[in-house]
């Protein structure tokens, strides 16, 4: 079993640890941005107020408002979506997939950025870190304050996220996100505030680089398979499988499990106490699903950490997976790229290890 470990991108990256932001006019690389929408496109009536509404803003006013990014990169836009990332979904998810791997084989572009809201921004992230096929930077942006906010991030996040995919030393490391001066990996971003600007942190696997006004500085490669190196292809698929997320508690039955079984779920992902545990009776429900077929893993409702295969819970013995350092939003992109084909259970868990 291969193990997530740092590509020796480093050796490259090391020759041209910072990148010049400013480039001169004729070789500037080609950018497209893709929009979806979310705070960074959003809109209230006025500068100090906490309500707003996410996807407001059209892509051609998202490029209007930052001027700047003429000296680092040649852009043009595309509207994918305008909605908030809480109601991301599915299709949504296949329609940017497929115009980004589009894209990214075109000779005459270089980069791609995606705006998207903070909500769901590590699933689609990391989704597309698993099925999009190029080494090319896809460099995805966000912001927490809405476009009308005083002290708005979105102009900077987006400034920031064009200088990264405009910089050839972002090739390579899988998809990544760019937010508050931060490069993180798709693979080890997460949400850790509803309100700070400061909410993304890469809790484990640590930042892939920071930039801050243009200027990228990159420290490792990506932490996992992805991309080009990813066995995952989204090629004749016109769905994703059904996988629920299941958060254990005091005092847990096993209704809710039984309840994602019956409403079609062909995965089940329990977000644990601890080390992915969860109550006697919660494994009981767990272990019956798993022994009927449906796909069982255990990842944590804990903010950082592994789960073990086989520590407190006998995997082996139940039937079930492990998710390793993916936390329960992530493990259940992998488990629904997984079961789109029939794979034995040491196959599934390898998964979890590899990605
Ligand atoms: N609810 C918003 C969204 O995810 C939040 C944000 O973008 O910051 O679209």
Redesign the pocket.
Known sequence: MTCKVRLPLALAALATLVASPALAADKLPNVVVLAT????A?AASSDVQAGYT??QVGVDQLLAAVPQTKKLATLRGEQIANI???DMNDEVWLKLARRVNELVAMPDVDGIVISH????IEETAYFLNLVVKSKKPVVMT???RPSTALSADGPLNFYNAVAVAANKDAAGRGVLVVINDWIHGASSLTKMSTTAVQTFMSPLRGLVGTVAYGEAEFYRGPVGRNTVDSEFSLDGVTALPRVDIVMAHENMDGAIIDGAAAAGARGIVIAGVGNGNMTEAGLKALAAQAKKGIVCVRSTRVATGRVGRNVEVDDEKLGLIASDDLNPQKARVLLRLALLKPRSLTEMQRLFVEY
């Open positions: 929408g979310g705070t960074i959003g996410s996807g908030g990332s809480q809201g903070t909500d769901t966000a912001s927490m």
